[in-house]
């Protein structure tokens, strides 16, 4: 693999994308570290130290934006406003039959809906923005630190509004650079920024947990977790590449003098259908209450449960609820992003049809029966690879700084792969062998 990458620098054209690729990340990465006015950085310093990585419900908002949430930076909502964009314009495609249309378009339609994608990103991140300076200013972003109150030391309207700006300003710079990797880089510009965020949190996280181990100076705990590490991404890349492959025949139609058709294909579904979003979805939906209950003023009954059960991950109520909800997203993602109907008929248009199975609604039917089937072993995956940083957490008292989470590893070895594929497939146009001989 080092030889491929090798040659890989080697080819100039790809050579310019690998290190225009490199130049972004950079860049990404000195924004993460640059702190927006207003901010006192003594203080923030101070509570992040005091923290010690317990980061609480802003954990995995901190984990995407690469450690620049807590630091407050003009990156500190990093790509997060543009992923939320995205699942809201791919859920509403499903109910408004207006975007519906755009995405049968083609490619026009798909600008149309990555310019909606971009305003919506815009509002998002003023909505994000506001909701963090809020935080940030009634000392609830780093709750314990004796100087959290002290983060803004200028509260006035003008200073709040300068900041909520310049988070947005760094969102739309995000969101801009993003694109200039898919453009003229390699890969998928917002993925690998996403790649970059989750990994660079890792040596820090690592070293944490070094520091916290009690057993031979903390380096069995620290090589326990790189076994553990090396374990799940095994599994991840397993279970990621592993897919359902329905054949399909293509009938042979005579047009004139040329007989067309008569092919044989698949359709592959993949046993995670839904990738990362139903981890992401539950996550989400888990940190509402917690997140009500921390700003509520009340000392009723139900804050008090909320505080006991769902806010403590080792907390047996708040893993089944998240187990469940993840299983529960998983089908739910799956249900509105593969349309087994639409799927049949298109084949039915074109000639095509599986084995054994006539076309129409029993070629649906069998489609909707495989992918329910498959869909099983994927959402129950999800939810173990989910718990196991939980567990993780008890078992070495990491403090939540244990690096290997279900989501920061699901993302790492998708978007490698697909980069990898990237790679591999402009250098097999020049003739290469490939990564595997």
Known sequence: MLTAFARAFRTPDLRKK?????????????????????????????????????QGLFGLVNMFSGGALLQITIFA???????????????????????????KEGQAGTAKITQYTRYLTVALAILQGTGLVATARSGALFSGCPTANQIVPDQSIFTTITMVVCMTAGTCVVMWLGELITDRGIGNGMSILMFISIAATFPSALWAIKKQGTLAGGW?????????????????????QAQRRIPVQYAK???GRRSYGGTSTYIPLKVNQAGVIPVIFASSLLYIPALVAQFSGSTSGWKTWIETNLTKGDHPIYLVSYFLLIVFFAFFYVAISFNPEEVADNMKKYGGFIP????GRPTAEYLSYVLNRITWPGSLYLGLIALVPTMALVGFNA??????GGTSILIIVGVGLETVKQIESQLQQRNYEGFLR
């Open 18 to 54: 690998l290190l225009f690729t490199l130049a972004i990340v950079v860049v990404y990465r000195v924004g993460t570290h640059v702190p927006i006015p207003g901010v006192d950085y003594k203080s923030v310093q101070t509570c992040i130290d005091v923290s010690n990585g317990n």
């Open 356 to 359: 054994g199975i006539r076309a």
């Open 253 to 255: 139609r005579m047009i």
């Open 220 to 240: 069995i705990e620290f090589g326990t977790v790189i076994l553990v590490g090396l374990v799940m991404v095994g599994l991840v890349v397993f279970v990621e």
């Open 399 to 404: 403090s939540g700084n244990f690096p290997f």
């Open 77 to 103: 909502l990093g790509i997060m406003p543009y992923i939320t964009a995205s699942i809201i314009l791919q859920l509403l495609t499903v109910v408004i039959p207006r975007l519906e249309a755009l995405k």
